[in-house]
């Protein structure tokens, strides 16, 4: 489990390509304190496992059902990705909760400054827009942000200032892919309603319509 908050900008030195899916080594030194082999971590939102390690590097291997569901088949030495261990006990919750679980892959269609904030309009899947709402919570590459419109099968967040020097999300370019976590929250409701909410997609109205 994880927040969405990122601790650190990994770097992809090496793209190996194995039997059913390629193996990835990054460069990270904050995040590699205290890691051991086999621990979870969150690349760009995809919960990955730990499989070898080196003073200020560590592999994966991405088979290939994640490298579908996920941007990773498009990663290649250079690249910048985000980081972030597992939710410990002892941690705040900072962002929201965070399965590592990639729903798809959404593309941005529209970057806009306003003063020191940027404002990406992202467009999803057609399926994963019923688990999309205005103010709800979602995660884009791993980064915990918050819906500010929705539109059709788009829709936009905005960044801080620290949101795009601390992650990748500030580099992102029109025509950019970004993996999509949309609220596992949602996602329980969802299932909960069924049909109620078939087709119609969930808005804090809806839900006090629904008395939930």
């Known amino acids: 489990m994880f927040t969405g908050i990122v601790r ?3 770097e992809i030195v090496a793209v190996e390509r194995i039997p059913g899916g ?6 990270a030194r904050k995040i590699r304190e205290g890691m051991q082999l086999g621990d979870s971590i969150a690349i760009n939102g995809a919960c990955q496992t730990v499989m070898a390690m080196e003073q200020d590097f560590f592999s994966i291997e991405a088979l290939h059902e ?3 569901r996920t941007t990773m088949s498009g990663w290649k030495p250079g690249d910048l990705v985000n980081l972030e261990n597992p939710l410990s006990p002892h941690d705040l919750l900072g962002g929201h909760l965070v399965k590592g679980h990639v729903d798809g892959v959404g593309v941005i269609r529209a970057k806009v400054r306003r003063a020191g904030d940027m404002v990406l309009r992202v467009q999803a899947p057609q399926e994963l ?3 999309v709402f205005e103010r709800g919570s979602i995660a884009l590459d791993g980064v915990s942000l918050t819906v500010v419109a929705v539109q059709g099968n788009q829709f936009s967040v905005t960044l801080i200032p620290y949101t795009q020097r601390e992650t990748t999300l500030g580099s992102k370019e029109v025509g950019d892919g970004v993996n999509l976590e949309t609220d596992m929250v949602v996602k329980a409701v969802q299932r909960l309603l069924g049909p109620k909410v078939k087709n119609r997609g969930l808005t804090r109205e809806r839900l006090e319509e629904l008395e939930f």
């Open 8 to 10: 650190e900008r990994g």
């Open 22 to 27: 390629v193996r990835l080594k990054l460069k």
């Open 66 to 68: 994640t490298l579908r």
């Open 129 to 131: 827009m019923v688990q």
